[in-house]
């Protein structure tokens, strides 16, 4: 199953998680150091709901923003 809400297309984006170190200025240290820097997902809070669609209902993988913002009508 595809990480994509059928509705709007939102999908999952990528990003960085950075690690840093030290002691903040502010507070007498020489300052916070960049150590690590890793590559992450953020992933669309998608929800597999049934929905109502031309006279029928079928399931689709809706994110929460969609449901929340009415764009389908739950069956």
Do not use: D, W, Y
Not at 46 to 75: N, P, Y
Request: aromatic share 2%.
């Amino acid at each position: 199953m595809a990480k994509v809400c059928e509705i709007c297309g939102k999908g999952v984006r990528t990003g960085n998680t950075i690690v840093r170190h030290g002691l903040a200025k502010k507070k007498g240290g020489i300052g916070l150091h960049t150590t690590a820097v890793n590559r992450r997902r953020f992933l669309p809070n998608l929800q597999r709901i049934r929905v109502v669609e031309k006279g029928g209902r079928v399931r689709r993988t809706v994110c929460a923003a969609c449901i929340k913002a009415g764009r389908v009508t739950k069956a």
